[in-house]
């Protein structure tokens, strides 16, 4: 059972557009949700993070949009730049849980000079 | 400060061989977790430790354990290995446990099996 859906699956932007990248999630009891940047050959960094108290978080270029009724949460790129083109993952955890990260299935992202 | 660092960073195996894998947190960091990622896939938590002690668990059989050292750098072991563990095993550290803690990850240790 897929409890992160993430989509889409890739995805090409023109240097400066605004790359969206949207996921779901199934069980009620997450409630910590972060974006992790992956490139090739390294391992995934956190780029930003939200709780459901809020609806939006921004940081620096990066923006988080959280639908907590949808389940529903996505991630957009500002200003995005071709440095940006990574495979970039969702994720879903319970903050007073230890089961670890649940992640989506990734979004590779290229981004065209 | 260094970052998460982990050995070896390629390993072949055959099926039925056993597997260990090693990871040293960033300093400070008292939680490890190990993550399993299949080529093309999001990672897939296998382990949690915290103060040495086995906090969660994946959905992995028992041929996967793990375990963490005073000095909280951590060991994953695979026993009996199959083709289908070929992938790329993540270690992430975090200051403590919680859910909300930011995770972060080495760079991995790419497991072929043959």
């Known amino acids: 059972q897929q409890q992160v859906k993430q989509s889409p699956q890739s995805l090409i932007v023109q240097k400066g557009g605004i790359p969206i990248i949207n996921c779901a999630y199934e069980?009620?009891?997450?409630?910590?949700f972060p974006w992790y940047q992956q490139f090739p050959g390294k391992g995934p960094a956190l780029l930003i993070a939200?709780?459901?108290?809020?609806s939006e978080k921004k940081e620096g270029r990066f923006t988080i949009s959280f639908n907590k009724s949808a389940k529903q949460f996505s991630l957009h790129i500002m200003d995005s730049q071709p440095g940006d083109s990574a495979t970039y993952f969702c994720?879903?955890?319970?903050?007073?849980?230890?089961?670890?990260?649940?992640f989506g299935k990734g979004t590779h992202l290229i981004i065209q000079p | 400060d260094a970052g998460v660092t982990q050995s070896p960073t390629h390993l072949i195996k055959t099926r039925g061989q056993h597997v260990t894998l090693r990871c040293s947190p960033i300093?400070?960091?008292?939680?490890v977790s190990w993550y399993q990622q299949v080529l093309g896939q999001g990672p897939q938590f296998i382990f949690q430790?915290?103060?040495?002690?086995?906090?969660g668990r994946g959905n992995f059989p028992d041929r996967f354990s793990a375990r963490q050292f005073p000095n909280y750098s951590s060991e994953l072991n695979v026993n009996a290995l199959l083709l289908g563990d070929s992938a790329l095993y993540l270690c992430?550290?975090?200051?403590?446990?919680?859910?909300?803690?930011?995770?972060?990850f080495g760079d991995g240790t790419r497991l072929s099996i043959l």
């Open positions: 992430a550290s975090s200051l403590w446990t919680g859910g909300d803690q930011p995770q972060h």
């Open positions: 939200i709780r459901p108290d809020v």
């Open positions: 300093s400070g960091h008292k939680s």
């Open positions: 430790y915290y103060e040495k002690e086995e906090r």
């Open positions: 069980n009620t009891a997450f409630d910590y």
């Open positions: 994720a879903a955890s319970m903050i007073g849980g230890a089961d670890g990260l649940t």
